[in-house]
């Protein structure tokens, strides 16, 4: 995302976890300034509170939260360990809000805030029941965000909910559908269509709207 987002003329200011910004920064090299790196954990909420401190003077046009962890794929509600549980509802669920309600006074008044959901957190497209607690989590994330919007619905920002397609990644697997080069410009095409409308809209990255 970062890099489609420079080769759209943006200027970007992303962030990682400690450790794993060395792609981020290969790409700041040839960035020609308009790269910032900033390093967080969002499940630590110290440091998501640090960086807006740093960052209390900037606004922003878009703010998108991407993140996403499993457990293993075999794993059903009725065996996964509660600790595991936890682990994957913070940082899909929990932790995303807290870094939009941390950082929503930074995003201009008719901007947007987009986080990635998933396909998955469909409870309408759930027909199989597999990845369930993958799924609970997305699930949750897309209710709290529609409780934030509930909260703000005087708000004339944009609310997006992107399901991004079952993508080649680490975590999507070499088996996936999608390379993230048919994913994430069409993902970006579709938030750029949908700047200016206010309120919550959960979509995939070709535009489609994803049944609750």
Do not use: C
Not at 56 to 73: H, I, T
């Amino acid at each position: 995302m970062v890099e489609e987002y420079l080769k759209r003329g943006w200027r970007v200011i992303a962030t990682g976890r400690e450790g794993s910004t060395e792609k981020l920064r290969q790409l700041s090299d040839n960035a020609e300034g308009v790269l910032e790196i900033e390093t967080v954990d969002i499940t630590i909420p110290d440091q998501v509170a640090t960086l807006h401190d740093r960052l209390k003077d900037r606004r922003l046009d878009v703010l998108f939260v991407n993140a996403g962890v499993k457990n293993d794929d075999r794993e059903t509600i009725a065996d996964v360990s509660t600790d595991e549980f936890v682990r994957v509802m913070v940082t899909n669920a929990l932790s995303p809000m807290r870094v939009i309600e941390t950082f929503q006074d930074l995003v201009q008044p008719a901007g947007t805030i987009g986080v990635m959901s998933s396909g998955q957190g469909s409870l309408t497209n759930n027909t199989n029941g597999n990845y369930e607690v993958y799924r609970g989590s997305k699930a949750a994330l897309n209710m709290f965000m529609r409780s934030f919007a509930a909260r703000h619905k005087d708000d004339a920002k944009t609310l997006l909910l992107m399901a991004p397609g079952w993508v080649k990644t680490d975590m999507g697997g070499s088996g996936a559908r999608l390379s993230i080069e048919e994913s994430i410009p069409n993902l970006l095409n579709t938030m750029e269509a949908y700047e200016g409308r206010s309120g919550l809209h959960y979509l995939d990255y070709l535009g489609r709207v994803v049944p609750w």
